[in-house]
């Protein structure tokens, strides 16, 4: 799943939280240096960042997540509901929780708030802008200056009504009593818990898969970015586009060393994700649009691609691909894997097509 962002409009976010924010701004995300995070000669440095993950932590507990391949790890409500009873505690969101979910599954704008947290360094910057744009009532008329408008006006996309800003209000007020009484510490222990899974996706990258992700990333505008790990994502990553040297894609964090290659797998999916989006539009109608029916395709469109690049690229990762997105989407895996994916992700014949020759020009020159 992808979002498209302007450098220019992060750039203002970042100063308007630097104008407006008591602490300052925190770093930068990301960040334009293309070997940072100390992974020189990285294009792509893997990162993990806690308020990231708490955001998406918020939306797997109010979501029902029923598409093909869930966004969220499966059951991860459940183990959090059980590490919270064996700790006793109950926080607001919990106690919001039902409120928060019956709004959010009928306004399927809101999905669109699961990209809010990757324009911002910090949580403490996020729940700044929120209250900015709370304050303003979401009109960017109401702003002090320029930079402070153009914070206002990107919220105000996707919580364009006052029942929405209430929703935003409650949400950004549970989550903080989750992250204060809850979360922080979890995420530090699971942190502490993973590091060797971490190590091995990171020595995995540096060793072997980064140089032959890298031609394609270059030739997709893709050149550099950050790629982070991500505790509650599943299958169904996140990706934020700025430019082709800042750009950043939320994945998997595996949960056993065993498993690491999944975070690749989920890696791959996202950075083919702009390219199936284009397949698909391109061979949908607007009525194809307003019933969901393209939505259904770009889904099924990025795990084709996936793994039709990775065939291309590196046909060592692509089997276990495979195996990864059906085994998410609880699909049978007998036969020929290539086969079995196509039939569990089908799509017309002329956006199957769209995707081969988009692949054959990227990688025409590699």
């Known amino acids: 799943m992808t979002q498209t962002v302007s450098r220019a409009l992060y750039a203002l976010t970042t100063l308007a939280l630097a104008s407006c924010a008591s602490s300052g701004p925190g770093e930068p995300l990301p960040g334009p240096a293309p070997a940072a995070g100390g ?8 990162q993990t960042r806690a308020h990231i993950d708490l955001w998406l932590h918020g939306f797997a507990l109010i979501s029902e997540d029923t598409g ?13 509901a059980e590490s919270k009873s064996r700790s006793n505690v109950q926080t607001s969101l919990d106690v919001n929780r039902d409120r928060l979910r019956t709004r959010y599954a009928t306004n399927r704008t809101l999905l669109n708030a699961q990209f809010l947290a990757m324009r911002f360094g910090s949580w403490e910057d996020l729940r700044q802008a929120i209250d900015l744009f709370l304050r303003a009532e979401g009109d960017p008329g109401r702003a002090g200056d320029r930079l402070a408008q153009e914070i206002i006006a990107t919220f105000a996309q996707t919580f364009s009504t006052a029942a929405d800003r209430d929703w935003l209000r409650l949400f950004a007020l549970s989550l903080n009593d989750e992250n204060e ?3 922080r510490s979890w995420w530090t222990q699971r942190q502490t818990d993973l590091a060797p899974v971490r190590e091995r ?47 950043l894609i939320v994945g998997t964090l595996p949960e056993s060393r065993e498993a690491a290659t999944d975070a690749l797998y989920v ?7 702009g390219m199936a989006t284009s397949a698909v539009t391109d061979n949908t109608t607007p009525n194809d649009r307003r019933s969901g029916v393209t939505d259904a395709f770009i889904s099924a469109a990025a795990v084709r691609a996936g793994y039709q690049l990775l065939e291309r690229i590196s046909p060592d990762l692509a089997p276990g691909y495979a195996r990864y997105y059906l085994r998410e989407a609880a699909a049978p895996m007998t036969g020929d894997l290539g086969a079995a994916l196509a039939s569990a992700f089908p799509l017309p014949e002329a956006i199957r097509e769209a995707i081969s020759r988009q692949l054959a020009v990227i990688l025409g020159g590699i």
């Open 181 to 183: 009484r809850f979360y």
């Open 68 to 80: 093909r391949v869930p966004m969220f790890k499966r059951g991860y409500a459940s183990r959090i």
């Open 39 to 46: 992974q020189p000669g990285v294009m792509w440095p893997i």
């Open 201 to 247: 996706i990171q020595s995995l990258w540096t060793a072997t898969y980064n140089a032959r992700f890298q031609p394609f990333l270059n030739n997709t505008q893709q050149q550099a970015g950050e790629w982070i790990l991500s505790l509650p994502i599943n299958g169904e990553g996140r990706s934020f586009t700025f430019e082709k040297r800042s750009n």
């Open 267 to 273: 890696f791959a999916h996202e950075s083919v994700y």
